[in-house]
């Protein structure tokens, strides 16, 4: 098959080597370039690839010089404005690393950047495209739950992410937005939007700056109620990082994803189980599949989004909403007290 697409990847760090691969493996897209504020890391990402790559050290002068239908920012968090903003003046689609912003202010205006130029926004929201999660909206979509009234989604562990990301040990709103958000985001793609949120939240490593822990509850729209819940400080044998567990209760039917991806359905009085263990990519490899596969999986639908002319799942609009109900969750825990969910905002 032909590569139909060229792309950029602006960001060659740590996470960004499972965007690269999974491009590799997506024969529709062709990256013709990579961009680093540090060259040397565009330089080595470029060698990754096929053919003659560019490699720049300033997205700007990238995006003067490339034809590009797409840019995949894999940036940290204070760059994604600028970069968005700056592929929506070039006409040019943009996948956004999540947290797709600090603020509001900045997402909202990254959202109408791309609106006003007619180019598509997706922020890169991984875990509703992990294997079993995919596999559970089948099984809801096929009505095998009846009505949702419950669901708990709990990512809890105690591995050294600070290695890797030692930027998580200094940023003062650490688990809420770094993980936090993909759990929001399965309680909407599940149960829809949200009206009211409470938060608590632990600050448990003495060697982190924010919370490392958090616990919320969700009323949904549809009267339906959800957990979401991560801790970093949590002593487990053997270790799940990086697996997510969850658990969906309908009036038919209770579908629950334990360790090691195994998913059980309850109903009629009886278990089965559902396979839903992610291929692991050439690539990758344990514990990361899950993730890696992830990686694929979005980038895959990002590419039939522009194949389709579709709006990409979760598209930077639907993304305002989960980032609402993180910024809310801080303000809950800090006033001690729930809070409404708004239009565009909470109080
Ligand atoms: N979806 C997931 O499962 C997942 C997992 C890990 C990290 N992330 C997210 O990915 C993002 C990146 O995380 P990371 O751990 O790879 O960080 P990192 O610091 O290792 O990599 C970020 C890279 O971006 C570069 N960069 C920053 N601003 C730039 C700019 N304006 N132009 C060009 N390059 C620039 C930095 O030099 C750095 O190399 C974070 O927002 C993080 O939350 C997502």
């Known amino acids: 098959m032909s590569r139909q697409f060229r792309g950029a990847v602006i960001g060659c760090g740590f996470f960004s080597q499972n965007h690269l691969h ?12 990579v961009c680093d504020k540090d060259l040397a890391k565009a330089e080595t990402a470029a060698t990754l690839m096929p053919g003659t790559v560019r490699a720049y050290d300033d997205a700007a002068a990238m995006m003067q010089v490339e034809k590009l239908d797409f840019v995949d920012i894999a940036t940290t968090t204070p760059s994604h404005r600028p ?3 700056m592929a929506a003046r070039h006409g040019v689609s943009a996948i956004c690393q999540k947290p797709f912003a600090d603020t509001l202010e900045d997402a909202q205006a990254m959202v109408a950047a791309c609106d006003t130029t007619g180019v598509k926004l997706m922020v890169h929201e991984n875990f509703r495209w992990q294997k079993p999660f995919r596999e559970m909206a089948r099984i809801v979509a096929s009505g095998a739950l009846g009505r ?23 940023i003062e709103r650490f688990t809420i937005m770094d993980v936090g958000l993909h759990l929001f985001d399965l309680a909407r793609h599940f149960l829809g939007d949200v009206d009211s949120l409470f938060c608590r939240t632990q600050r448990l490593n003495p060697i982190v700056r924010g919370e490392d822990s958090f616990h919320a509850s969700l009323r949904h729209s549809s009267g339906a109620v959800s957990i979401c819940e991560t801790s970093f400080w949590t002593r487990w044998h053997p270790h799940p990082f990086p697996q997510t567990f969850a658990l969906l209760e309908g009036d038919l039917a209770t579908l629950e994803l334990r360790q090691d991806f195994k998913l059980f359905l309850h109903r009629d009085g009886s278990i ?7 291929a692991i990519p050439e690539w990758g490899g344990a514990p990361w599949h899950g993730i890696q596969e992830s990686v694929i999986a979005i980038q895959s639908h990002w590419l039939d989004c522009l194949r389709d002319d579709a709006t990409p799942a979760p598209s930077g609009a639907d993304n305002l909403k989960t980032l609402t109900l993180a910024l809310a969750a801080y303000d809950s825990a800090e ?10 905002g909470w109080k």
């Open 22 to 33: 999974a491009w590799l493996d997506l024969e529709r897209a062709e990256i013709v370039a």
């Open 83 to 85: 970069l968005v903003e």
């Open 148 to 170: 949702l009234n419950y669901a708990r989604f709990s990512f809890r562990h105690g591995y050294d992410n600070y290695k890797n990301q030692p930027y998580l040990a200094e």
């Open 272 to 278: 089965e189980e559902i396979a839903a263990t992610p």
């Open 335 to 344: 006033r001690d007290t729930a809070v409404r969910i708004i239009e565009g």
